[in-house]
């Protein structure tokens, strides 16, 4: 996620900011900037790469001068790494300097709209239609300037701006995007997140959506979008540096567990539009999807979890044969691939080594290849034909969560403009499983305000030795990234099985106590699950059972039930596996494990 700070006292603003935004690098970035005013201008410096490259850049003879100043570093939504797409953005005479942290929904009407005007842009972001919205919008007050801009745009910021007119104001406001002010003396911040400033001032107050701030040296006011004054309270924080970065969170991975809410509603949301999916600039024409014979998923671990369900997805909605092949195997296995195959490669980091090579692989042989990534501009999204990029941020913790949530997600919307334009579905019933999409975010918080029980549940099994999954249908494959959950950050063996599949064999392993996880979530086979409990039963197991609220009958037979939110059985799968993820990680933890670095795993494994 981008990284916010803002300054306005009687220092030097750039050091400030520049400390500030290495206290943010943890977040995630590839390219940062600042702006200052130097008491005539506002000045931007900013570079692609690490925050070294910008210091060096400015201590190369452009150093800042000035006392007011805003900084970012950017995680890139909208257009690749770049010194150009780097923010500050600038209005075209460079007396406006915006810094933005989220995705402008809309922003290409607003930029159809903007060019209509005669304005001019340099950069392929979204965030630029800020900057030249609030020079089209300004009337020498910047809080009116900045109501009229956010009343125009849709979708998720957190911004800092500045003006050379207003030398003694920063304005920032934010909607689902982090924003904080820092409360100095005479002196005072904004930043994305509490260790940006809390060598400074541990005083601030925790913005709520849509609150606008007029930032002085010496103080703080706030208003309502009818330019109401706003009383906060002030929060004192007495978190360390270190508790701050995960801004409370005891780790990254349940940070980022609990951040799944806002990042699938950001994946899903723009691609939305008038009760149909529109996959961004992707060209698949319906005469482009009749004519695709095969599809392959080509992806390794949690990744290529999330290609199972797409290919369920794929297979039930749009009637497209598809093959889910791990990178590994796809690279070398002579794969039967000509122009009438798709290849669909999905990978969080975009850099995985195995992952690559397949796309190599297959584009060599003919393939157009359409890719699901979370790391805009990566080597994946670069090589590929098309990329529907997923917007879950930067994920710092090694174990995949909110990533393969956005990958389902980005699946399910992949899914569904298949089937729209081959009519394999009506559009009503798009439109109906696009309303129970948009329902999703709401019924994954729900679990986790409910996160306790699995709490529970794990300080009574974090010592076992063995753990099996099993689950039919698409259950079944949820089942495969719960198992890989919980082994690569508790180191407890597991496995994943069709629960079918289980008395061919594996059965023979399940002892007084072992315990066995069974996903019940798909109603027309909730009765076969209720079946394959009873044969663990009956060999001793232990079963946690996840199902449908509402379906107590599994209660009879299961030994603890986890409930998810009634759902579409069809979109389940987001669901199921939040209980799964947090298993897991209660587990880590009650093991004393590193759960954000678990041994011998990096997060990105490019090398073979
Ligand atoms: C998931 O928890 C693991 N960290 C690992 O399986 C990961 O999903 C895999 O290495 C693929 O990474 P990618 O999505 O970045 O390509």
């Not at 509490?194 to 040296?217: F, G, Q, S």
């Not at 060209?283 to 369900?309: F, Q």
């Not at 199921?576 to 990105?604: E, H, M």
Request: charged fraction near 25%; glycine fraction near 6%.
């Amino acid at each position: 996620m981008c990284g916010i700070v803002g300054y306005i006292g009687d220092q030097q603003a750039a050091p400030i900011l520049i400390e500030g935004l290495k206290k943010l690098e943890y977040r995630g970035y590839d390219s940062a900037g600042v702006a200052v005013y130097d008491n005539s201008q506002v000045n931007v410096v900013k570079a692609k790469g690490r925050l070294k490259i910008l210091e060096e850049k400015l201590s190369n003879g452009n150093n800042l001068f000035g006392t007011m100043g805003i900084g970012h570093t950017r995680w890139a939504t909208h257009g690749a790494p770049s010194d150009i797409n780097s923010h500050p953005h600038t209005s075209a005479s460079g007396s406006i300097a915006v810094v933005h942290n989220g995705i402008i929904e809309n922003y290409l009407k607003l930029k159809e709209f903007l060019i209509s005007k005669g304005y001019q842009f340099v950069s392929d972001t979204d965030t630029e239609v800020v900057a030249h919205l609030t020079d089209y919008y300004y009337n020498g007050d910047l809080i009116d300037t900045i109501i009229e801009v956010i009343n125009k745009v849709e979708g998720s910021y957190a911004l800092g701006i500045i003006c050379k007119d207003k030398p003694d104001e920063i304005v920032a406001v934010r909607k689902d995007s982090p924003l904080i002010v820092g409360l100095g003396e005479n002196e005072n911040f904004i930043a994305s997140d509490i260790p940006a400033i809390l060598e400074h001032t541990r005083n601030i107050y925790l913005l709520e959506d849509k609150e606008v701030v007029l930032l002085r040296k010496k103080d703080v006011k706030i208003f309502n979008l009818n330019k109401e004054e706003i009383k906060k309270e002030v929060f004192t924080v007495n978190w360390d540096v270190t508790a701050a970065e995960k801004s409370g969170y005891d780790h990254f991975m349940i940070k980022e567990i609990c951040e799944q809410p806002k990042v699938i509603r950001d994946t899903i949301n723009p691609r939305i539009e008038n009760g149909s999916i529109v996959l961004d600039n992707i060209e698949l024409t319906k005469e482009d999807i009749d004519d695709i014979s095969k599809i392959y998923v080509i992806a390794c671990g949690t990744a290529s979890h999330a290609g199972m369900v797409g290919k369920y997805l794929i297979e039930k909605l749009a009637r497209i044969p598809v093959e889910v092949v791990v990178a590994s195997e796809f690279r070398y296995g002579n794969p039967i691939i000509d122009e009438r195959t798709l290849v669909i490669v999905i990978s969080q980091s975009g850099e995985t080594a195995d992952t690559l090579a397949a796309l190599r692989e297959a584009k060599k042989r003919g393939a157009r290849v359409l890719s699901v990534v979370n790391v805009v501009g990566s080597s994946i999204a670069r090589e590929s034909n098309d990329v529907l990029y997923t917007w879950a941020g930067p994920e710092i913790a090694v174990a995949s969560t909110k990533a393969y949530s956005t990958q389902l997600t980005a699946m399910y919307l992949i899914a569904l403009y298949m089937a729209e334009k081959k009519g394999t579905i009506s559009k009503q019933e798009v439109e109906g499983i696009i309303e129970y999409l948009k329902q999703i975010p709401d019924k994954v918080a729900n679990i986790l305000e409910n996160k306790e029980r699995i709490q529970y549940f794990a300080s009574k099994h974090y010592m076992d030795k063995h753990v099996f999954f099993i689950g039919r249908g698409l259950d079944y494959f949820v089942a495969m990234e719960g198992s890989l959950k919980l082994k690569e950050i508790s180191y407890i063996h597991s496995e994943a099985y069709a629960a079918g599949e289980l008395k061919h064999g594996t059965i023979a392993l399940i002892e007084d106590g072992t315990l066995v996880v069974a996903l019940a979530t798909q109603e027309h086979l909730f009765d076969k699950m209720l079946s394959n409990i009873k044969e663990v039963k009956a060999r001793g197991g232990m079963v946690l059972a996840i199902a449908q609220e509402g379906n107590t009958e599994i209660e009879k037979e299961a030994d603890f039930v986890l409930y998810i939110p009634r759902v579409e059985p069809l979109l389940s799968s987001v669901l199921t596996i939040i209980p799964l993820q947090l298993f897991a990680y209660y587990v880590s933890v009650a093991k004393g494990c590193d759960v954000d670095k678990p041994r011998n795993l990096a997060k990105s494994v490019t090398v073979e």
